[in-house]
């Protein structure tokens, strides 16, 4: 058992969280890691509203019939407003812990403590940080641009340190990079309270969302097979009407070894994508042309 802040904020036995990836960590995975003595959850909305209130209580009561550990949701904050009762339904739940990340939480973090929810607030910029800590956030993640997904600029460890030294009295979970006991308790020296991880995470046996390619790519996969790529935002935006990421995000994906050299990032994204998801072979043309528009 490792004692920090955030382990007795949450009353879980190890400081980690297991990050909440919409349609790809559901109440299965949750369930794994909250068992475990961490923190379990997962994503309640995505930019394109594929999420529905029925999933979000099913993955809910999912995780209570198999455990009594806490465990939280998690929010895109700015597509919240494309499925409002996703957050109502989390709210009726009374579930602990709630998870805001990419915009300025507003309103939604004002009902989560309201209905007497720990928040956590992932940020990716000092400004962000100020304004969700004004808001009342429980606890902040600073997320480096080392994190899958959408990310920051920052490197993670001089951006931890300055919230750590900007904010002491609330607990601050490090993102980005981090997968082993060594990172964790790298981020932990520097003064964390926690890591948050997600790409690790992607590969358990429990996350049943993830097709089996695609984990064996992230297995396979090193830190320098990294890319940062729009493909991802444009096919949101021009396929689904999706609701935008902040332009200073870019999306990080991982490609294979054997097509680092000489690759073009994007067109490597989008043939990793429909190897690893089929349906995605079905809109690479309409990727292609969404891409003219930009």
Not at 207 to 234: F, N
Not at 280 to 293: E, K, T, Y
């Amino acid at each position: 058992m490792l004692k920090t802040r955030l382990t007795a904020l949450l009353g879980i036995r190890y400081p980690i969280i297991s990050a909440p990836m919409a349609l790809a960590s559901g109440g299965g995975l949750a369930t794994a890691v909250s068992a475990a003595g961490a923190l379990g959850t997962f994503g309640a909305v995505n930019p394109w509203g594929a999420i529905g209130t029925d999933y979000v209580q099913k993955q809910i009561r999912h995780i209570r019939s198999r455990t009594d550990r806490p465990f939280g949701v998690g929010f895109i904050t700015q597509a919240i407003q494309r499925a409002p009762k996703n957050f109502d339904a989390v709210l009726d739940e009374a579930v602990r812990v709630i998870i805001f990340s990419f915009a300025d939480p507003g309103p939604w973090l004002i009902r989560a403590k309201q209905a007497g929810a720990v928040t956590v607030c992932q940020v990716q910029s000092f400004e962000a940080a100020r304004q969700v800590v004004a808001a009342g956030a429980d606890v902040l993640v600073a997320q480096g641009n080392e994190a899958g997904g959408h990310t920051g600029t920052m490197n993670l460890l001089p951006f931890l340190v300055r919230l750590i030294e900007a904010f002491p009295t609330i607990p601050i979970v490090a993102a980005g990079g981090v997968a082993t006991g060594r990172s964790l308790a790298a981020v932990l020296a520097a003064g964390a309270d926690g890591v948050l991880m997600g790409t690790a995470f992607l590969a358990a046996e429990e996350a049943g969302e993830v097709p089996d390619d695609y984990k064996k790519l992230v297995v396979q996969t090193g830190a320098d097979d990294t890319i940062y790529t729009p493909v991802i935002d444009i096919m949101t935006l021009a396929l689904f009407e999706g609701v935008p990421f902040p332009q200073a995000l870019p999306f990080v994906y991982t490609t294979t070894p054997s097509c680092r050299s000489g690759m073009d990032a994007n067109k490597h994204c989008v043939r990793i994508l429909t190897a690893s998801f089929p349906v995605m072979s079905r809109l690479v043309s309409a990727v292609i042309f969404a891409r003219r528009r930009h």
